[in-house]
């Protein structure tokens, strides 16, 4: 039987981190912050939610002297939860969409409602709402840092967010599938429309190139992000053309 592969440094840095995925760090995630801590471009105390426990724990793990957290990426505090004054909410989905956990629910233009024991206090829901209607409760008492915060907390948070970047990327693969058989459709349209007159053909082959040039930098966005090289074009030159 093949052995499990063992965790990188950038695994088990991870593993040390809350999962708030607060992005005070100066990352857009704590798997980005923990890259950048194995690779030496991060430092290890640029953790509020952490707090000095959290650098106690990297300091630890990677045999590096004990530092204050950086004041430049916050101070540690309680923990606190959001919550949204729904007599004000106008349904803008904002705070949805900034959640990185997955813990607000609702529909454009109803009500939203945090689900208060999946929130972890990131509070990046606050900034994008554009009626104020959100804030920020304590609910740890003088707890703080991983005192305010479960390891079994931390792993669900962890989980959420996991699954919630998978939806995401399931959902953007979806749409560039639709779009690209929509830019298909359209071009195999236009390449069967009957031209008459010079200025006619001129029109459809200008319509032709703006689509074959939409359609290439598709395939190029896609394959940037799977760090592949684009795959051919689609050929429609063996559309049957209508006759005149």
């Known amino acids: 039987m093949p052995h499990p592969v063992p965790p990188s440094l950038a695994d088990q840095i991870e593993d040390l981190l809350p999962q708030t995925q607060c992005t005070k760090c100066g990352y857009s995630g704590c798997r980005p912050y923990a890259d950048a ?71 454009a233009k109803q009500m939203h409602t945090v689900v208060s024991a999946l929130c972890t206090g990131c509070d990046l829901c606050v900034a994008p709402c554009p009626v104020d209607c959100i804030v920020m409760y304590p609910v740890s008492g003088e707890a703080t840092g991983w005192d305010a915060w479960s390891q079994a907390e931390a792993d669900d948070a962890r989980a959420r967010h996991d699954l919630r970047t998978q939806r995401l990327r399931r959902e953007v693969a979806e749409n560039d599938a639709r779009l690209a058989a929509k830019a298909v459709a359209k071009m195999q349209e236009v390449t069967q429309e009957v031209t008459v007159t010079p200025e006619e053909t001129a029109e459809k082959e200008r319509k032709r190139a703006i689509i074959a040039a939409a359609m290439e930098r598709a395939r190029a966005k896609a394959a940037a992000a799977a760090g592949t090289n684009p795959p051919p074009a689609p050929d429609v030159s063996t559309v049957p053309k209508k006759d005149a």
């Open 37 to 107: 801590i194995a690779e030496g471009s991060a430092e290890i105390n640029q953790c509020p939610p952490g707090g000095a426990q959290g650098v106690v724990r990297l300091a630890s793990l990677l045999g590096k002297k004990v530092i204050p957290l950086n004041p430049v990426h916050g101070y540690e505090r309680p923990r606190s939860l959001a919550y949204i004054d729904e007599s004000l909410c106008i349904g803008c989905t904002l705070c949805i969409q900034a959640c990185p956990v997955d813990a607000i629910v609702g529909a």
